[in-house]
């Protein structure tokens, strides 16, 4: 079981003190933050990817390098990358070139992202955003997948035709980084991860438990449906949002006006109403560590779980004591997820199990 972060990078004015970070205060934020996670014994971090105000989530690849150099174990993720507005061809040689530099420490997640936006800003519809997942995504794969003199000779709806391309860098040791497709109600997303076999992250922020199990359930019968395993075997990934103070009453109160106040949620149902209905866990370390335990009774025994605990305008010092509370709890929380899961259940895929998987076994002759 993965356990980690993600950030969505937003820069908002704390409501607290009236004060908004500057831009470069919230990027070296986020890196501080990552190291600090790394220092807790998390196992991922991962980021956004946001081209317009108020995020400074743009450019992941450059963050995750940055912080890679810095780090040593954490793997560093993203959360997620547009497979809608970014060329594949970058994507395949960003992601692979990050590869190298961190020495497989990196994966990917992809989305379609929830800024309308951003489609004309590089040249895409809106309308078409489920079209050029599917099509986009198809292209990567074969980019990283087919190597050779001739290239890969390609044509589709939405972008120039590719005529004898061979991304580079190539992935390390031969084996792409694993993707993850992230969704919060496309069921088209979930099939897509079914029927190549990747990973399915539900963003887990915003939804019912109800909704959350329907579409990790529906990943799950795909997955088996495509021949990848039994559907207990798919590999899922669930978001979350949690704040954490040793006397919960004390938790809510401290994180309340952020709540009222978020720019994604604030001004609308209460914080009683949002921790009722959704997965966001506000309360003590001990609270924290049941609601997310019992994930398990609707998404089944999964492989990663990333928590939100930056957004909203809290400032850095209050972000890197809920890592703190999140260390003391991790013991428990690997203990609690370990426990009853059964043996066929697979971990997390990372670079080494990949690559061992992909190396033929050696028989003496």
């Given at each position: 079981m993965q356990i980690g972060i993600f950030t969505v990078g937003d820069v908002t004015p704390d409501p607290t003190t009236g004060r908004t970070p500057t831009e470069h205060e919230r990027i070296k934020a986020t890196v501080e933050i990552a190291k600090k996670a790394e220092e807790v014994g998390l196992d991922v971090f991962a980021t956004g990817e946001h081209h317009n105000p108020p995020f400074i989530a743009s450019n992941p690849t450059a963050t995750l390098a940055y912080i890679g150099a810095l780090t040593e174990r954490i793997i560093l993720s993203t959360a997620t990358t547009l497979i809608t507005t970014t060329d594949p061809v970058l994507i395949a040689e960003d992601y692979a070139k990050l590869q190298h530099l961190t020495d497989g420490r990196n994966d990917l997640m992809m989305g379609r992202g929830n800024t309308g936006p951003v489609y004309p800003w590089f040249g895409k519809d809106i309308r078409q955003g489920i079209n050029l997942a599917i099509e986009n995504y198809a292209l990567l794969r074969r980019l990283w997948s087919e190597e050779g003199d001739n290239g890969v000779d390609w044509e589709g709806r939405f972008r120039t035709p590719l005529q004898g391309y061979s991304s580079t860098p190539r992935p390390l040791a031969g084996v792409a980084p694993f993707v993850w497709h992230g969704s919060i109600r496309s069921p088209e997303i979930a099939e897509q991860a079914a029927y190549y076999g990747d990973g399915y992250f539900h963003?887990?922020?915003?939804?019912?438990?109800?909704?959350?199990?329907?579409?990790?359930?529906?990943?799950?019968?795909?997955?088996?449906?495509?021949?990848?395993?039994?559907?207990?075997?798919?590999?899922?990934?669930?978001?979350?949002?949690?704040?954490?103070?040793?006397?919960?009453?004390?938790?809510?109160?401290?994180?309340?006006?952020?709540?009222?106040?978020?720019?994604?949620?604030?001004?609308?149902?209460?914080?009683?109403?949002?921790?009722?209905?959704?997965?966001?866990?506000?309360?003590?370390?001990?609270?924290?560590l049941e609601r997310t335990l019992s994930f398990r009774e609707y998404a089944g025994d999964y492989q990663r779980q990333l928590f939100l605990v930056d957004h909203a305008g809290l400032p850095l010092k209050t972000v890197l004591e809920q890592l703190d509370l999140l260390g003391e709890?991790?013991?428990?929380?690997?203990?609690?997820?370990?426990?009853?899961?059964?043996?066929?259940?697979?971990?997390?895929?990372?670079?080494a199990s990949l690559v061992a998987a992909a190396t033929p076994v050696q028989v003496d002759a």
């Amino acid at each position: 079981m993965q356990i980690g972060i993600f950030t969505v990078g937003d820069v908002t004015p704390d409501p607290t003190t009236g004060r908004t970070p500057t831009e470069h205060e919230r990027i070296k934020a986020t890196v501080e933050i990552a190291k600090k996670a790394e220092e807790v014994g998390l196992d991922v971090f991962a980021t956004g990817e946001h081209h317009n105000p108020p995020f400074i989530a743009s450019n992941p690849t450059a963050t995750l390098a940055y912080i890679g150099a810095l780090t040593e174990r954490i793997i560093l993720s993203t959360a997620t990358t547009l497979i809608t507005t970014t060329d594949p061809v970058l994507i395949a040689e960003d992601y692979a070139k990050l590869q190298h530099l961190t020495d497989g420490r990196n994966d990917l997640m992809m989305g379609r992202g929830n800024t309308g936006p951003v489609y004309p800003w590089f040249g895409k519809d809106i309308r078409q955003g489920i079209n050029l997942a599917i099509e986009n995504y198809a292209l990567l794969r074969r980019l990283w997948s087919e190597e050779g003199d001739n290239g890969v000779d390609w044509e589709g709806r939405f972008r120039t035709p590719l005529q004898g391309y061979s991304s580079t860098p190539r992935p390390l040791a031969g084996v792409a980084p694993f993707v993850w497709h992230g969704s919060i109600r496309s069921p088209e997303i979930a099939e897509q991860a079914a029927y190549y076999g990747d990973g399915y992250f539900h963003n887990h922020i915003f939804w019912p438990a109800s909704h959350a199990a329907q579409m990790v359930n529906l990943y799950r019968e795909r997955f088996e449906h495509y021949g990848h395993g039994r559907a207990d075997q798919a590999i899922v990934g669930l978001g979350g949002q949690i704040f954490m103070h040793k006397d919960s009453q004390e938790a809510v109160r401290q994180f309340r006006p952020y709540f009222d106040n978020a720019p994604v949620y604030g001004h609308g149902p209460t914080l009683e109403e949002f921790t009722e209905h959704t997965p966001l866990t506000v309360g003590s370390p001990q609270q924290v560590l049941e609601r997310t335990l019992s994930f398990r009774e609707y998404a089944g025994d999964y492989q990663r779980q990333l928590f939100l605990v930056d957004h909203a305008g809290l400032p850095l010092k209050t972000v890197l004591e809920q890592l703190d509370l999140l260390g003391e709890i991790l013991p428990e929380l690997r203990k609690g997820f370990a426990e009853g899961r059964p043996d066929h259940v697979p971990d997390a895929p990372t670079h080494a199990s990949l690559v061992a998987a992909a190396t033929p076994v050696q028989v003496d002759a």
